[in-house]
């Protein structure tokens, strides 16, 4: 059995551990993020026929461009980066989107997630909610993956692979959320629905 000294060291290390790791998340926050999803590589980049409708960052030759197979974990407020993108056909999102086969209108809510988020397809056709700095929330469905492992190709517009924490919003999820599509990308939050 445990003598009484051990017990009360035990005691205390739980206790400072309880203390100062909400304090180094809160000081270090992004630091916390990059140690729970790390980069698994890179692709070197190919230019093409790019569609800079929504102000779409272009491949350059042979630039290399970071690769991710996760994204940092989901909780009730997953801190993210909204982007701006249209789901239409001939919009600047590439193909169909992967849930559905279809094309959306740009007034129709809808997402693509980072390909952890993306869940191999999991979150298909589920509902996000996605809360703005300014206060406003929207729901939006899930219909296509934010590919965070390939891209400069037909397939993604010969756009870079997207980053780990991306929530890749229609012009109506911007819209509804009161934001300036002319940004481009705004911090925000989100959560299953």
């Given at each position: 059995m445990a003598s009484t000294t051990t017990m009360a060291r035990i005691s205390l290390s739980v206790s400072l551990a309880a203390i100062l790791l909400p304090l180094a998340l809160a000081t270090f926050p992004h630091r916390a993020l990059l140690q729970s999803c790390q980069s698994?590589?890179?692709?070197?980049?190919k230019s093409?026929?790019?569609?800079?409708?929504?102000?779409?960052?272009?491949?350059?030759?042979?630039?290399?461009?970071?690769?991710f197979a996760c994204s940092p974990p989901v909780t009730a407020r997953t801190r993210a980066t909204?982007?701006?993108?249209?789901?239409?056909?001939?919009?600047d999102g590439g193909g169909a989107s992967s849930c559905t086969g279809t094309?959306?209108?740009?007034?129709?809510?809808?997402?693509?997630?980072?390909?952890?988020?993306?869940?191999?397809?999991?979150?298909?056709?589920?509902?996000?909610?996605?809360?703005?700095?300014?206060g406003r929330s929207v729901k939006a469905m899930v219909v296509d993956e934010c590919d965070s492992l390939h891209g400069?190709?037909?397939?993604?517009?010969?756009?870079?692979?997207?980053?780990?924490?991306?929530?890749?919003?229609?012009p109506a999820v911007w819209k509804a959320l009161g934001l300036n599509t002319d940004d481009g990308e705004v911090p925000i939050t989100w959560s299953d629905a």
């Open positions: 698994n590589g890179s692709i070197r980049g093409g026929s790019c569609n800079t409708e929504n102000g779409s960052e272009c491949c350059e030759d042979g630039k290399r461009y970071t690769t909204l982007t701006l993108n249209s789901f239409a056909d001939h919009g094309f959306f209108d740009d007034d129709v809510r809808v997402v693509a997630l980072s390909t952890g988020w993306f869940s191999r397809s999991k979150r298909c056709r589920k509902s996000i909610v996605i809360r703005a700095s300014n400069c190709d037909t397939e993604h517009n010969f756009e870079p692979p997207c980053a780990s924490n991306i929530v890749d919003g229609s």
